[in-house]
C-alpha cells in the first residue's frame, strides 16, 4: 500500500460546486450525472479521474474534501497557542478516522469471506489491504511531523487518495456486479466518514473563544475531540 504523499492535484477547489454538494448532500447533488460532468468542466481533472478511478463519486467527494480544508486556512494564525490547539484537534480527529476506518475493513474484509459470489482474488485483496492498515497503525498512522493544520491538509488528502485507489484496485478485481456494488458501498461509506470527520474538525478549531489565545487565561478549555 502507497501511502505517500500526493504526487500533484490537478484541479482548482471551486467553491460554488462544493458548497452546494456539502449543503444539499452528495445523494441530491449527484441525482442527475450531468451535474458532475458539470463539476469537472469547471474544475478540469481531478486525482480521481487522472487515475481512473471506478466510482462515479469520488470526483465530487475529492472536492469536498479539498473545499473543506482550504476553509481551514482562514483558521491558521501566528498565536503559538492557537496552532497547538487546532494540532490537537485535527490529530484526534485524524487518529478517530484512522481506528473507525481500521475496525470497520476488518469487518467488511470479514464479511467478504462468507459471501459466495465474491471471488478470491477479491476476497484476499480486502485482507490484504486490512494488513497493510494495520501494519501502519503500528506506525502511529504516519503522521506528519509538524502537528497543525497545514500539515493536516495535506495528510487528509493522502488519506483520501489512498481509500479510493486502493478501494478502486479491489473493484475492478470484482467479476460480478454484486461485488462491485459492495466495494463500491463500503468505500463510500469510509469516505462519509471522512468528510464528516473533517466537518467536525472545522466546528471544533471554528469554536475555539478567540479571547482564548494570548491571555494566559486556561480555565477553561475547550474540548479537543
Known amino acids: 500500500m502507497n501511502c505517500g504523499k500526493v504526487d500533484s492535484l490537478y484541479f482548482v477547489p471551486v467553491v460554488v460546486c462544493a458548497a452546494a454538494l456539502l449543503q ?3 445523494a441530491a447533488y ?3 450525472r450531468s451535474k458532475s460532468s458539470g463539476l469537472l468542466s469547471l474544475v478540469g481533472e481531478t486525482m480521481s479521474s487522472t487515475n481512473d478511478v471506478p466510482f462515479d463519486w469520488s470526483s465530487d467527494y475529492e472536492v469536498a474534501v479539498v473545499y473543506i480544508t482550504s476553509m481551514w486556512s482562514e483558521l491558521i494564525s501566528g498565536d503559538p497557542e492557537h496552532s ?3 494540532g490537537i484537534i485535527a490529530k484526534n480527529g485524524y487518529l478517530s478516522y484512522c481506528v473507525r476506518f481500521k475496525m470497520q475493513l476488518a469487518a467488511w474484509a470479514q464479511s467478504l469471506q462468507g459471501k459466495h459470489y465474491v471471488s478470491k482474488a477479491v476476497k484476499n485483496a480486502a485482507s490484504n489491504w486490512y494488513r497493510a492498515v494495520d501494519t501502519l497503525s503500528h506506525d502511529n498512522w504516519q503522521l506528519p511531523k509538524t502537528l ?6 495535506k495528510q487528509f488528502m493522502t488519506t483520501y487518495k489512498h481509500l479510493v485507489l486502493n478501494g478502486g484496485e479491489i473493484y475492478e478485481e470484482a467479476v460480478n456486479e454484486r461485488t462491485r456494488r459492495d466495494v463500491d458501498g463500503f468505500t463510500r461509506r469510509i469516505a462519509n466518514v471522512l468528510i464528516e470527520t473533517l ?22 478549555p475547550i474540548s479537543v475531540y
Open 84 to 86: 497547538t490547539l487546532q
Open 24 to 26: 444539499f448532500g452528495h
Open 30 to 32: 449527484t441525482a442527475e
Open 148 to 153: 497543525d493544520l497545514e500539515s493536516f491538509k
Open 199 to 220: 466537518r467536525n474538525i472545522t466546528n471544533r478549531c471554528r469554536s475555539i473563544p478567540k479571547t482564548y489565545y494570548g491571555t494566559g487565561n486556561n480555565e477553561n
